[in-house]
């Protein structure tokens, strides 16, 4: 049976989820998403990031036009104490 944590970035380690199996402090879960129409003139990317060695959830999106305008926005915040929450300023997942 689905759940909701099976589209999640939820580490697979005989821990709980507010640890994971290494301390480097580089290792990091992402969500990432691009769409873009037929004629590729537009296309948007965007996704998620969790730094749990370093205590950091961000996010951005970025689209592009024409090939010639691109717009980005980026947001963080502090990952703890709302691990579970995947949202960060204008951004939210699930």
């Not at 999106?61 to 300023?89: F, H, M, W």
């Amino acid at each position: 049976m689905l759940t909701k944590y099976d589209e999640f970035p939820c580490h697979q380690i005989v821990s709980t989820f507010d640890s994971v199996e290494t301390s480097a402090r580089e290792w990091t879960e992402r969500l990432w998403f691009c769409a873009h129409d037929l004629t590729g003139e537009v296309m948007l990317v965007a996704g998620f990031g969790f730094y749990s060695n370093r205590n950091i959830m961000d996010a951005f999106v970025c689209l592009a036009t024409e090939g010639k305008t691109q717009y980005n926005v980026r947001a963080s915040r502090e990952l703890r104490p709302r691990i579970d929450e995947i949202g960060v300023g204008p951004f939210s997942y699930g």
